[in-house]
């Protein structure tokens, strides 16, 4: 492996029937280190044609692969979180190094992605159906889950590692072969980690990967040997691909962007609310549906959480995650990303924010071509300002005040997102209150980040989340699979059995 600063280009190969393949006949896209700007490999923004040999090779891989016994699936499978755990340090580095978060950030993103394939391990179990014996005289129904065929991926850049494996381990598990579309910006994690699938004795063409961007995805949406499809990425693409998704046909989870409010109850514990709301809102320098970038301090909040909140924002230290020593924040993604941020900034304190912890001038002298926004926090946020309507997707936590606990659930519920919400708080009944009536479907009580786990549904509502069928959990393998009812009776033993008398 490239040390993680290395100046060398790295190969970024499309995967089709188990052959890894240079595409070279196509303009590319560069992924970069977003820690010093360099660009470190350019992605293949590949064509229909592209898709077309991708999904053809996953057709021909499914009658096979869905005949293969689950339990010699979850083999597989099983070989495949040795090898992950085997190389963690390796993901942890390449996801860092294409992404920009820290060294600890990107443990998360692997480990979370290893619960994926942990829980795809127990598919016999998960794969089990129904039967209902007698369910008239004499007649028993079963019910049991049958693959789909050829299911799509198509991943944004936030988690390199975690958000294709919250798709195709279940999805393979389940006896369906698979086309992986992972973000243009950081292809190279994706890469590393089917090449540990391939390792671990998946047969050929279960698993492929195309690169690109719209020209690829819209293939994939409309090609008509793909069954189902699951996005991760921003709201506007996630309603597109639901869209184009459904109406050629397929089964479709799509996940959406998202602005999550954080209640900060007046009787709150100060050090533990201001530790969470900083890593909700400055986690991974903000880049994460689920980040807390709404605090809603309530009441006397705003004297005791917010006035420790501020100086907590200011000692964050931003700075290039691809050596030690690790700072506290990274840069983000892309320059042009990281100047949107700025102008999203600039726009709230033209509406009339204050601004009393500002990121925009922050220099980092090791890294200066890097893509770096300090951790700002915007005070006095108005429903009707830009930064409180758009997904920033960056290091800024916005403050608004609500008198009290109704007002503040009517606030959040205004929102026409639906990831996550949480509350600090040491009461009970408001903790309750909070809970049910919160419009969203991720809650966090004294949790500032409430990202469900590999067991449970990744459970967006409203304009965060598109289909019926969530990623993760039970839903997940729901999702992958159809099925199939039969309702059976027999009416007589054979002619000629000698071994039986028949009750009259
Ligand atoms: P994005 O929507 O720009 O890209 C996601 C994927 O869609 C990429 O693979 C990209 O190539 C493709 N794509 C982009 N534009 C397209 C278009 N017009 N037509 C077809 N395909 C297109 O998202 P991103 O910037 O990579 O990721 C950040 C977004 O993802 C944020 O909005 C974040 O909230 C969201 N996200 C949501 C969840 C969730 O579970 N709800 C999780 C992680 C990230």
């Not at 991926?153 to 369906?176: K, Q």
């Not at 909700?280 to 605090?295: I, K, L, P, Q, Y």
């Not at 600039?346 to 893509?371: M, Q, Y």
């Not at 419009?439 to 067991?455: E, F, K, L, Q, Y």
Request: proline share 6%.
């Amino acid at each position: 492996m490239p040390a993680i600063n290395s100046k060398t280009l790295d190969p970024c190969p499309v995967w089709f029937g188990g052959e890894w393949r240079n595409v070279n006949s196509v303009p590319t896209t560069p992924v970069h280190n977003p820690s010093t700007g360099d660009v470190i490999a350019e992605a293949p923004l590949c064509t229909a044609a592209h898709v077309n040999e991708a999904v053809e090779a996953a057709a021909a891989a499914f009658p096979a692969w869905m005949e293969t016994p689950p339990v010699e699936r979850a083999r597989i499978l099983f070989k495949f979180r040795a090898l992950l755990e085997e190389n963690f340090d390796d993901l942890v580095r390449s996801t860092t190094r294409e992404h920009g978060k820290t060294l600890v950030e990107s443990r998360g993103d692997v480990k979370r992605g290893i619960e994926m394939v942990e829980f795809a391990c127990g598919v016999p179990s998960l794969l089990m159906g129904e039967i209902l014996e007698n369910m008239a005289r004499g007649i028993d129904c079963e019910a049991i889950r049958q693959p789909l065929g050829v299911c799509v991926g198509i991943t944004p850049f936030n988690f390199p590692c975690m958000v294709p494996l919250w798709m195709y381990p279940v999805a393979i598990a389940c006896g369906n072969t698979y086309v992986l579309k992972p973000s243009e910006k950081v292809p190279l994690t994706s890469i590393k980690v089917a090449k540990l699938f391939e390792k671990a004795g998946l047969p050929k063409g279960v698993l492929n990967i195309v690169h690109g961007g719209r020209e690829a995805v819209d293939a994939l949406l409309t090609h008509p040997k793909v069954k189902a499809i699951s996005f991760v990425g921003s709201t506007p693409t996630a309603r597109h691909i639901y869209e184009t998704g459904t109406k050629h046909g397929k089964r479709v989870q799509s996940n959406g962007g998202a602005k999550n409010f954080t209640l900060i109850m007046p009787d709150a514990d100060v050090d533990n609310s201001v530790r969470g709301v900083i890593e909700a809102a400055f986690g991974c320098a903000g880049e994460r549906c689920m980040a807390g970038s709404t605090a809603v301090v309530v009441g006397g909040a705003e004297k005791t959480v917010l006035p420790a909140l501020i100086e907590a924002t200011k000692r964050i230290k931003v700075g290039p995650t691809d050596r030690d020593p690790q700072p506290d924040m990274g840069a983000v993604i892309t320059r042009q990303h990281r100047d949107r941020v700025l102008q999203l900034i600039e726009a709230g304190v033209k509406e009339g924010a204050k601004i009393p912890a500002d990121g925009r001038g922050v220099k980092v002298s090791e890294a200066p071509n890097g893509f770096y926004v300090g951790a700002t926090i915007l005070d006095q946020v108005q429903l009707g300002m830009t930064v409180a309507k758009e997904e920033v997707f960056g290091p800024v936590l916005n403050v608004m005040h609500m008198e009290d606990l109704d007002a503040a659930i009517e606030l959040a519920n205004k929102s026409p997102f639906g990831n996550g919400a949480s509350i600090f708080t040491r009461n009970g009944k408001a903790a309750r209150e909070f809970k049910h009536r919160i419009r969203c479907g991720m809650v966090g009580i004294n949790i500032g980040v409430p990202a469900s786990m590999a067991w449970f549904p990744f459970n967006g509502w409203n304009d965060s989340f598109f289909g019926d069928l969530h990623m993760q959990g039970r839903e997940g393998v729901q999702f992958f699979t159809q099925l199939k009812v039969t309702t059976s009776r027999w009416f007589s033993f054979s002619e000629g059995d000698v071994w039986h008398t028949e009750k009259k």
